[in-house]
């Protein structure tokens, strides 16, 4: 592993069933991101976590929730998922004590939802 | 909350140079951030700016005025494949990013 693994890549299923995506880092950077994006609207924060065992609810947390066992996973779930969860989900990470706390991203999840 | 507006899209022809404009209203700033993101990958960093001024990285380079809520993109002797959406970012004194709806640039022969 380099960076930052998502899973799966792809992904369709059924609304109103449990999803869960996969994010790794190796980086031991202590935050990480799940953001959404959708044509036009850009990348969307969903939840962060700033450090193992703590989260927050970024700018469309409903209906996903996450979790920060340790350092280095950060899975996203949907309990129920509807149709409008249709979108590119993308995890992302950094180290906080850098000045310039730049993102790396993982190569992202398309999820459909019918 | 962060409030990011770009243009939705430019085109230009190889070898020229195009400006991508940002402009933000944020209630609490901590920085701005310009990310490239080709068609069906992920976001790479391209630059950062925290002061006032010009910060120049090859052939990108990047400005930003706080007083104005304002910054550019500035992409110079452009190539095929800078080809893709520029994405404008700022960072709040949570260290969360919030992105704009990105500008799509496209590249001419």
């Known amino acids: 592993i380099a960076g930052i693994t998502q899973a799966p890549t792809s992904q369709i299923l059924a609304a109103g069933r449990r999803m869960t995506l996969r994010c790794t880092q190796d980086?031991?950077?202590?935050?990480m991101y799940w953001y959404r994006q959708d044509l036009g609207l850009g990348l969307r924060l969903i939840h962060y976590?700033?450090?193992?065992?703590?989260?927050g609810k970024g700018e469309v947390p409903d209906g996903y929730s996450v979790s920060r066992a340790n350092t280095d996973d950060f899975p996203l779930t949907l309990a129920s998922a509807v149709p409008s969860q249709t979108s590119v989900y993308f995890c992302?990470?950094?180290?906080?004590?850098?000045?310039?706390?730049?993102?790396?991203f993982g190569a992202g999840s398309r999820l459909t939802v019918l | 909350g962060q409030n990011i507006d770009q243009p939705t899209e430019m085109t230009a022809t190889e070898g020229a140079i195009v400006q991508i404009n940002c402009t933000y209203q944020?209630?609490?700033?901590?920085?701005l951030f310009w990310y490239q993101q080709h068609a069906g990958e992920a976001p790479t960093f391209l630059s950062y700016?925290?002061?006032?001024g010009l910060e120049e990285k090859g052939r990108f380079s990047s400005f930003l005025s706080r007083s104005k809520g304002y910054s550019y993109l500035l992409l110079k002797e452009l190539q095929m494949k800078d080809s893709a959406s520029y994405l404008c970012?700022?960072?709040?004194?949570?260290?969360?990013?919030?992105f704009g709806a990105g500008t799509t640039v496209t590249v001419r022969a």
């Open positions: 992302a990470s950094s180290h906080l004590a850098d000045g310039a706390n730049v993102l790396t």
């Open positions: 980086m031991r950077h202590n935050a």
């Open positions: 976590s700033n450090t193992a065992g703590t989260t």
């Open positions: 944020t209630s609490g700033f901590n920085g």
């Open positions: 700016n925290v002061l006032d």
């Open positions: 970012a700022v960072r709040d004194q949570d260290y969360k990013l919030s």
